[in-house]
């Protein structure tokens, strides 16, 4: 029997591009899909577009922008899929993109918990935006082969994916949820699924790209709205939280001097109210450490000295 995979797609005022996702989704070839939107309290006529136009799918209503990290977690928690797949809403799936993504989930070994789905960009679909996401020296995250050339990259495993077009394991992501979410949702966006993914390597979970399974995305197209003050204070600060909670103290030391220069790009660029919040997000994420301390399998080093810089 296939295995179940419910969708979870969050939405803030994206409402042409939100009707390009879901209507890829009604043409998927493999058809026991339970899709579940999100919306964050859009004005644009989100939610009567989505109630009119695909009456199927399950509409939830947060009455607020809760990010995309709790956006994400209100879908996790009504999912009823074995699997729970994660695409953007300036996504559109390829027909079979679900049927590619639950056969890989069957053939998955029983410690995969996480899959990526390959990205290509919607206006240069011979470009890829993303293969998942790999650690760099700097302890940062960087898609795998960004803007390069469209050709066949071999599957195989991967440190995480990008939430853009994933698919979760719910075993794992129940064994590894923190008290703030499956999805981190102090977050609110960016470097969630860098933080995940991590955590779950930690716990002793892999990722393996599926290449079959692909979507064309818009890329930051909820994004560029808010401009680049937003961009970088979310960006900058979420780096730092993912490094808090999931590095070793020898990798903490070792990235120190682009964490330092990043939290002068965060004051130069964003001002003194990004940086004044900066002591909160400290304690806040060496609290959860605590908590990711009890998930840990993999000594830390271990997972960095097979991950850092390779794509």
């Known amino acids: 029997m296939a295995v179940l995979l419910s ?34 309290g859009s004005h644009d006529g989100s939610v009567a577009m989505m109630r009119e136009g695909f009456p199927s799918f399950r509409v939830v209503e947060a009455g607020e922008n809760l990010g995309f990290a709790e956006g994400c977690n209100r879908g996790i928690e009504l999912a009823t899929g074995e699997w729970v797949a994660l695409l ?39 470009t890829i935006n993303s293969m998942g996401l790999f650690l760099t020296r700097s302890g940062g995250a960087i898609d795998r082969f960004e803007h390069e050339p469209r050709r066949a990259i071999e599957d195989g495993e991967i440190f995480c994916p990008t939430g853009g077009a994933a698919a979760y394991r719910r075993a794992m992501l129940d064994e590894i949820r923190l008290p703030t979410g499956w999805l981190d949702r102090e977050y609110f966006m960016y470097s969630e699924d860098f933080d995940i993914g991590w955590r779950a390597q930690l716990a002793g979970w892999t990722a393996r790209l599926v290449s079959r399974s692909f ?7 909820s994004t560029v709205r808010r401009g680049r003050a937003w961009f970088v ?33 965060l004051w130069w660029v964003a001002g003194t109210r990004a940086v004044a919040g900066l002591p909160r997000a400290i304690a806040e994420s060496l609290r959860q450490r605590q908590r990711v301390d009890a998930l840990v399998r993999a000594e830390r080093r271990a997972v ?3 991950w850092v810089g390779v794509r």
């Not at 994206?14 to 999100?38: G, P, Y």
């Not at 979507?215 to 197209?221: A, D, E, I, N, Y």
């Open 7 to 40: 969708v979870v797609v969050v939405n803030w005022n994206s409402s042409d591009d939100l009707a390009a996702c879901l209507r890829s989704l009604t043409e998927q070839t493999f058809r026991e899909l339970e899709v579940i939107v999100v919306d964050n």
């Open 88 to 126: 953007n809403n300036d996504a559109v799936a390829d027909r079979r993109w679900a049927e590619a993504l639950v056969e890989a989930a069957e053939r998955a070994p029983a410690r995969c918990g996480m899959l990526q789905s390959a990205m290509y960009f919607l206006d240069r679909p011979d």
């Open 215 to 221: 979507v064309f995305h818009k890329f930051h197209g």
């Open 233 to 265: 204070e979310m960006t900058r600060v979420n780096r730092l939280r993912t490094l808090l909670k999931n590095a070793s103290p020898r990798f903490l030391l070792e990235t120190a001097p682009y964490t330092a220069y990043e939290i002068a790009e």
């Open 304 to 306: 960095e000295k097979r």
